[in-house]
């Protein structure tokens, strides 16, 4: 049979070298960082007096410390809801192309990516030199409006 756990019961947890936090500010934490509660929800579930109590320890240095610790501490359980989320899009969403991008981001999170394509673009040398001669705006000649490398650019056929 399961009995509940009271907060005096729970020792306290080393966050960093020589950092702890008691049973109840780790509640606060889970349940600020995990459960996504209000601070207010937050405070009432690990028994704190009152919102503005878990206030002054979330803004202090040390709760500011121990909010990045439970974000990292958590985060691993949070990446494995995404992925099945993901993966139950990939093969039940309505939508063809919400399947499609949940399995393209699923394959690329895997490093599974498909290759690439030669870039069309061409590759510029740092040396380039780009200059236009505007002189003759209205007819503009080839050989005058618009040089590459001493080579002139022909315009397109309007």
Partial sequence: ??????????????????????????????????????????????????RETAQQFLRSPKGQQAL????????????????????ELARHAKSETVRQLAAADLMNRAGLVAPSQPDARASVSEGLHISINLSNVSGLEPERGLTIEGQAVTQPDA
């Fill in 68 to 87: 990045l610790w439970s974000v990292r501490t958590y985060l691993p359980q949070a990446g494995i809801v995404g992925m099945h989320t993901m993966l």
């Fill in 1 to 50: 049979m399961n009995r509940q756990i009271a907060i005096s019961e729970l020792d306290a947890t080393e966050i960093s070298k020589d950092v702890w936090i008691t049973a109840q500010q780790h509640i606060l934490l889970y349940q600020l960082s995990v459960e996504g509660l209000t601070v207010e929800k937050a405070a009432r579930a690990s028994k704190y007096a009152n």
